[in-house]
């Protein structure tokens, strides 16, 4: 019998590639999207193959509980989300609304429905906060001390996976991810920079980078996140464990390898930074080598070019 699995945000960047990973090993693949940042066109390929359920609801609403109550999926990868830093800033309650009550309303319908195991993702590039420089990069043990509402709300969704745990035998591993890039991303948001200077570039419009460019992040490949996220389906539990390439890449570096890659020689113009945004973000991998036998196996130069790649087809197509 194929193995059923849900997928909250599938419709997404990150969660529609690991659909197509999922499709491609034989699951049955429910996925859970309200579409507000999520494009059915993502799931395109996958809704062909006749293994794949699209259910279009909000998380924040209990009818989820229900849903998933009913489908009873073996695994959940739990990846709806409100992503965005400066969001969460502007309107915390919201943030919360969706990353806190919504997750604990997937973590009952995994109670309710049997599911033996959550691979949730959190955010590697806020949980540690503003990290000392002899902590870089970070591994799971620094504290947990996240300066944004955001932050807040994927350390608070650890700490009810844990709690859940505990009390109801449902197993878990948090993927703290670093940047992630690549092919969908979406380049009219505000956390998606490789697709944001993809874009701007291919059209010859001035790209504007916040802050003094110095500040640097872990950009890993969306593809290698999708086989982290699958090998998390069998391998340890109760754990953050971080997903990115242990390489720090600041900003102005990244600006100038996609400028140079198109022949650009524009310099971006700068502005202000933006509040709540930390200045150096690096993660330890170790224990994904460990834990998962993962690593990133995508260079920067690869997913770059891959990222503009998509962009390019986007723009032909539009």
Avoid at 185 to 191: K, L, S, V, W, Y
Avoid at 217 to 240: H, N, P, T, W
Avoid at 279 to 300: F, G
């Amino acid at each position: 019998m194929t193995a059923r699995v849900l997928v909250t945000g599938g419709a997404g960047f990150i969660g529609s590639t690991l659909v197509d990973r999922l499709i491609a090993e034989g699951y049955e693949v429910d996925v859970i999207d309200d579409l507000s940042t999520g494009k059915l066109a993502n799931l395109a390929e996958a809704r062909k193959t006749g293994r794949l359920n699209f259910h279009q609801l909000d998380i924040r609403g209990e009818s989820v509980i229900g849903l998933i109550e009913r489908r009873r999926p073996e695994v959940i990868f739990h990846l709806a989300a409100q992503a965005d830093v400066r969001v969460s800033v502007e309107r915390p309650s919201f943030d919360a609304a969706v990353n806190i009550l919504g997750s604990i309303n997937i973590m009952e319908g995994a109670r309710l429905g049997g599911t033996r195991r959550i691979v949730a993702a959190a955010s590697g590039g806020t949980l540690y906060g503003e990290p000392a420089d002899e902590d870089i990069p970070t591994r799971e043990t620094v504290e947990h001390h996240p300066l944004s509402p955001y932050g807040v709300s994927k350390k608070s969704m650890i700490d009810y996976l844990a709690a859940y745990r505990a009390l109801h035998n449902v197993e878990y591993v948090a993927l703290a991810l670093a940047n992630v890039y690549g092919p969908r991303q979406d380049p009219h948001g505000e956390a998606g920079v490789v697709a944001i200077f993809a874009e701007r570039l291919l059209r010859g419009h001035e790209v504007k980078i916040f802050g003094d460019g110095e500040q640097t992040r872990d950009f890993v490949y969306v593809d290698d996140v999708a086989d982290a996220f699958v090998r998390a389906s069998e391998r340890s539990g109760g754990l953050v464990i971080n997903i990115g390439t242990g390489s720090e890449t600041s900003v102005n570096e990244l600006y100038d390898a996609m400028a140079s890659s198109l022949g650009v020689t524009t310099p971006a113009f700068k502005a202000p930074a933006r509040i709540g945004e930390i200045n150096r973000s690096c993660l330890d991998v170790a224990r994904a080598k460990m834990q998962l036998d993962w690593m990133s196996w995508t260079t920067i130069e690869e997913g770059t070019s891959a990222t503009i790649e998509f962009i390019r087809q986007q723009l032909a197509q539009a």
